[in-house]
């Protein structure tokens, strides 16, 4: 029972037992739809759609790994950033005082320095000059600007 189109129907759609020696597989429809002589696929316009859908989810996951990894890679540098300004402005402020020898800002550069920071201000504030107040920088590598971190200290109230 074949219709004029070149259309070949199962036979158990036709209603008769199935033959498996005188089934072409090629004729034989697939999902519910009759499959043309050539062989051809009415599914065969979406050929390879799976993975460009792939593709494409992979390289957004990509994207979305790669800004997650610079946001931590700036908090990082904040953080860097802040302990090294923290650390450094106590050392000024301990110099201000007497408990330690040397000039504030002498001291506050060496240990923004090892910090693996700048220092980019250090002042005394103050009618005694004694509180102090830094400005440091740490760069963070790659697409982000330097981050920066600021404290004051100074003798206890």
């Known amino acids: 029972m074949a219709d004029g189109g070149g259309l070949a129907w199962p036979l158990e759609v036709q209603g008769l037992p199935a033959k498996r020696s005188g089934v072409n ?8 739809v009759p499959l043309r002589v050539s062989g051809r696929h009415p599914e065969d316009k979406e050929r390879g759609a799976g993975t460009v859908l792939m593709v494409g989810f992979a390289l957004a996951l990509l ?59 250090c002042a ?8 102090y107040v830094v400005t440091t920088t740490v760069t963070a590598g790659g697409l982000l600007p330097p981050a920066t971190g600021a404290a004051r200290a100074g003798p206890p109230p």
């Open 124 to 131: 005394a504030e103050g009618s005694t000059g004694d509180i």
């Open 25 to 32: 597989p090629q004729r034989v429809k697939r999902r519910g």
């Open 63 to 121: 994207i979305l790994v790669a800004g997650v990894v610079l946001l931590m890679q700036g908090a990082v540098s904040a953080s860097r950033a802040a302990t090294a300004a923290d650390l450094s402005v106590l050392a000024a402020a301990d110099a201000a005082r007497g408990l330690r020898e040397g000039e504030p800002c002498v001291l506050a550069l060496e240990v923004a320095e090892k910090q693996g920071a700048r220092l980019e201000t």
